[in-house]
């Protein structure tokens, strides 16, 4: 049986109407729908209870947006963020950096050594609090510290340390310097303990 014109048109006219449902529903994403992907690793509203997934709300919108350009582009290293900034337009992330920065960091709290985090405070406020201001809650164009869990911090001091990851001129000039008044890397451990134990 011949088939009319309008059934040999009937199936590249559904195609056009899925792809443009498909591609209003993304258009009409917002910043919350975009963020809901975070909180699987992240936590609801950006706060993490993962030992080794850092807390991202109330970061700022600078060093959000940094980060993940940083991720897409390779130039931090990461184990599945680099594949998942990529998924992501310079408007989405923009998005995402707003909402998450109106959401309060959540310190449930963490079990840290007191000892290490009592000579850590001292540390930490010779060498990091220009930068990581108000015991590490806050800071220009740097992360939060305070309440972030300690495996997450201690992993990434060691990616700093060997070099894995970029340090910035001002953190790399800090981190020379605490090396050379101590004389040893150890030092870096208190300070972790200290800021992991912020609440």
Known sequence: MKRSKFHRLLPVAVLLGVTAVSHSAYAQATPEMLADTCAGCHGTDGSSNGPATPTIASLSTDYFIMSMKDYKSGKRPSTVMGRIAKGYSDDDIAAM?????????QRPGQKVDADKAKAGKALAK??????HEDEGRIGEGVGVLAGQM??????SMVDFLSGKRET?????AKFDALVKDTGSDAAFQPILHYYAGVK
């Not at 010779?126 to 930068?131: A, F, H, R, V």
């Not at 300690?150 to 992993?155: D, E, S």
Request: aromatic share 20%.
């Open 126 to 131: 010779k060498y990091c609090e220009s930068c």
């Open 97 to 105: 950096a707003k909402h998450f920065q109106t959401k309060p960091f």
């Open 168 to 172: 910035e001129k001002r953190q790399k």
């Open 150 to 155: 300690l495996p997450y911090l201690q992993y």
